[in-house]
């Protein structure tokens, strides 16, 4: 499963600009690029939808899996108190 809000990363809602708010897999499907195709199928519907940008806050240690896919890091790491590091991922899209 994959979610996309539409807002930017401000908060305010914007509909060309969506969060990849969440991804979840289930265990026997990790690892297996289940994860991708998610991302991948809703960048084309976001896209549909006249989004121009995704973002996210993701684990430091996904950050090779954003990259793969096309996000890059913005700005320094941070600290987040449930799930320790992060960085916010961007893709212009559309």
């Known amino acids: ?27 026997a499907a990790r690892n297996a690029g289940v994860g ?3 991302i991948q199928e809703g960048l084309v ?3 549909a939808r006249g989004a121009r940008r995704v973002w996210c806050d993701g684990r430091t240690p996904t950050t090779a899996f ?14 987040t108190p449930a799930t320790g590091p992060h960085y916010r991922f ?5």
């Open 1 to 27: 499963m994959v979610s996309f809000l539409p807002h930017d990363e401000q908060g305010d809602v914007d509909t060309s600009v969506y969060e990849l708010q969440g991804m979840v897999t289930i265990p």
């Open 90 to 94: 961007v893709m212009e899209i559309g």
């Open 45 to 47: 519907r976001l896209v």
């Open 66 to 79: 954003y990259e793969r896919l096309g996000f890059h890091a913005v700005g320094e790491e941070f600290i």
């Open 36 to 38: 991708s195709i998610l």
